[in-house]
């Protein structure tokens, strides 16, 4: 069903085409069905649960067989003639087949089967950690295309605003109500807005293709994306935890991913592999105890059916018995290694408490970012609505003869930094949203 799902996802998206808008939950979607990250993580998750059934294997009974041919220059035997006993032959063959089952292993085998399934665990934790890398990737690129769009048009506004101010100023010349040297300045500054212009379209090129890389997609391939200007919001949702710019949440969001984080899981499921690998080595302590079964046919002919002049020799037979192993003394080796794991946990556990530190301060320092990106916007949008007024103003002064050309371009050039300097605030808060949320290890 989800294989399904995943189908007509994709099908959708190349059957509308080029009247297709995508959202970012859905770049998100297709960058992980398409991510070979998590395509070779699910592999490794694979192969891990192979390793731990096999290993799960090892307390069956194991069945196994040999055949074998000796050439004998001088058959052995016993007595004189003529009453000689003959021990083998010159063609001898010999067919066994073995059975062994492990009854007790010092809980060497349950404990090596635990480690190998808590190793499936760790795998899915890597791929968690590894999803949590794309999705904040491809939001990132995701909100630098919008925001390389918007400076894009900014730029072709600047550039249509600068040819009719130079026309205006050709005309004004031509009347003798400028000097030339205004003139100039007006060509000079519509030549560099084209050029920032072309700068502009390059970069949205640039932030297209490394998103359609993110995606999975040939780089030139189109895109359009869905704005998410209008999902501003001073309050804000980060898996199941709702709130908004204070002390309270923030100190909730540093809990939530102490306890949640998959990289902090995967080293608490490494502590406990330790803690299985010290079992196993103390398992050396404990007897090693087996069945073991044997059945063999001997004779000189290949089939071995028939053990011929051999008279007192049985040409089969079958044997069962129990085996048992107890290493008494190896100089302290098996300590040793206990002391080793042990002493692994204890540097791993102060691992665990160095990276949880880490994440809390990377948690505060998102949230604090995030928060300030929110507050500039205020700002930001006030100085739009500032920069606008005073270029209406001065290119009204400007028509006018009141004011010069100078004037009037550092007018538009103060609208265009604002405007740049808002779309830059409103993308970094959503930027900073997503890796508010990588940080603290939710979707």
Do not use: C
């Amino acid at each position: 069903m989800k294989i399904l799902h995943r189908f007509l996802f994709v099908a959708i998206i190349l059957l509308v085409g080029n009247a297709y808008s995508m959202s970012l939950s859905e770049a998100v979607k297709m960058a992980i069905l398409n991510s070979n990250v998590l395509k070779s993580s699910d592999a490794a998750i694979a192969a891990q649960q192979y390793k731990a059934k096999s290993v799960y294997k090892l307390n069956y009974p194991s069945l196994s067989t040999s055949y074998g041919y000796t050439r004998m220059k001088t058959r052995s035997s016993v007595g004189q003639k003529p009453f000689v006993v003959y021990m083998n032959h010159h063609n001898n063959f010999r067919w066994d087949l073995n059975l062994q089952m492990p009854i007790f292993t010092g809980f060497k085998l349950s404990y090596t089967y635990k480690l190998e399934k808590i190793g499936v665990d760790i795998k899915r934790l890597k791929k968690k950690e590894a999803t949590l890398d794309i999705i904040y990737n491809v939001s990132k690129s995701y909100y630098g295309v919008l925001f390389a769009e918007k400076m894009k048009n900014v730029m072709q506004a600047r550039v249509r605003s600068l040819k009719a101010h130079l026309k205006d100023a050709e005309k004004f010349y031509e009347a003798g109500v400028i000097p030339k040297n205004d003139l100039l300045k007006s060509k000079t500054a519509e030549l560099s807005a084209v050029q920032a212009m072309e700068s502009a379209e390059n970069t949205v090129l640039l932030a297209k293709s490394n998103l359609n890389r993110l995606l999975g997609r040939d780089f030139g391939s189109k895109l359009d994306l869905v704005d998410v200007a209008d999902k501003l919001s001073r309050s804000f949702k980060i898996g199941k935890l709702r709130g908004s710019f204070d002390v309270s949440t923030e100190k909730k969001l540093e809990t939530y991913a102490r306890r949640h984080r998959p990289v902090l899981s995967e080293i608490r499921h490494k502590i406990t592999k330790l803690r299985y690998a010290q079992k196993i080595a103390a398992s050396s302590y404990y007897p090693q105890v087996g069945i073991k079964a044997n059945y063999n046919r001997e004779g000189n002919h290949f089939d071995v059916s028939k053990n011929e002049d051999i008279t007192f020799y049985p040409y089969r037979n079958a044997s069962i018995g129990v085996q048992a192993n107890w290493e008494l003394f190896n100089w302290g080796k098996t300590a040793d290694e206990i002391d080793m794991y042990r002493s692994q946990q204890i540097s791993v556990a102060f691992i665990e408490r160095d990276i949880s530190n880490k994440i809390a301060l990377g948690v505060e320092k998102a949230f604090l970012n995030t928060k300030l990106s929110y507050n500039n916007l205020k700002s930001a949008k006030a100085e739009v609505i500032q920069a606008k007024e005073n270029f209406r103003i001065t290119n009204l002064r400007y028509k006018n003869g009141i004011t010069t050309s100078t004037e009037l371009l550092d007018a538009e050039g103060y609208l265009v930094g604002a405007k740049a300097h808002y779309y830059e605030a409103l993308y970094d808060y959503f930027i900073n949203l997503s890796l508010l949320k990588r940080q603290v290890g939710v979707k």
